[in-house]
């Protein structure tokens, strides 16, 4: 008798959902997991902004994945994966090469640039603590430059995209800035917030009226939408933007991208038919041709239903917890040989927060808005880290207490 070797690629929300209930449905004899992920800290992905706007620090959002891990059954390691060998059954990484038989690839999602010029070099995205951090670090070094320098380009802030991502960072900004500002002596009414975003409306899973509701906000604290309008470049100055078919150049030391995703790069040396990092996958999360390997999170498309109406979920971290969750159940099934089962998405809603007291949202199918949109936040933050690092995590990097 020979344990079956299952190997997670990647400890975000997915993998590291795949992992925790493998390690509940699992007895030791039973497989042997490992855990491969480029750093040694799990990182709250829907946090991001609140760590860019500096509401919180680096190391709220992040916890050591050696946590959620489960010694006697799990091999943790820190490497980056450089090759997945579908046919052989192995693979590659910085740290050496693994073998399996049985995959799930949950590699997660980076900063999409659509190839526009000059945006990677003279743009700061938030897709990972470390370029987070470095978009407070630059904010916070312009203003101060301001003090010697007059130049009102280091007070202007311009945010590519009016996404999810976008809208929440926004909302902390508007609440820190005034924070940074009264610290360093500068009138708030001087810093200039732009937000360009290329469709004429915003957050269109929202029901206008909290669209119109989140917009208020934010523009009541100072922030200004230039809606249906496109960034066709960054450079040194700030954003070229499309405004009734003629370029204009908008003037900012500060340039936020928050306008696009896609899946790991990985995806598509490793895989045919990615698009933009992800593959489709079949109903019980495999891809086409490989019954044991399976793909979840960012890096995949599951789609709703099937026929040419079927569209992919988005990418959340609610979808990548459930795929986990459903993946690993279907394994521990794949093991005792039984049928799989599809995975079945259970939405239960989603809240786009506007700083740490307000909010907007759509749960178990009703409008929330402000205060109630903003615990329910919080509760859907600390369950995640409940979920996949127990109590103790939650009670310390939880925000209900
Ligand atoms: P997104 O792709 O959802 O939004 C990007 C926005 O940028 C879009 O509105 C798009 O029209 C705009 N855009 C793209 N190119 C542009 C250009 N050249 N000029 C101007 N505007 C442009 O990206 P996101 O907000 O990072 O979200 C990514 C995924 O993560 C989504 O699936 C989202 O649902 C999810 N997410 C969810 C939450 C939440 O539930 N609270 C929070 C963050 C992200």
Known sequence: YERKKIVVLGA???GLATVVRLQKELGFQDADITL?????????ATWLHETAAGSINWEDGVYPIAKAVDNMKTKFIVAEVTKINKDAQTVETTQGEFEFDYLVVALGFESETFGITGMEEYAQAMTNPTNALEARQSIEANF?????SGDENDLSIVVGGAGFTGIEYLGELVETLPELCAQLGIDYNKVKITCVEAMPSMLPMFPKELVDYAQKFLEDRGVTFMLGTAITAANDKGFMVKVDEKEQQLYANNRIWTAGVRGSRLMEESFDGVKRGRI??????????YDNIFVIGDVAAVMNGEGPDARPYPTTAQIAMQLGDHLARNIKRKLNGDKLEPFVFDDKGTVCSLGSKDGIGMVFGKPIKGKSAAIMKKVIDTRAVFILGGPILAYSKGKLL
């Open 144 to 148: 101060k430059n301001y003090l010697t």
């Open 12 to 14: 975000g929300y997915a």
């Open 36 to 44: 491969i992920n480029k750093n040694e800290y799990h990182y709250e």
């Open 280 to 289: 489709v996958v079949n109903s019980d999360l495999s891809v086409d041709g």
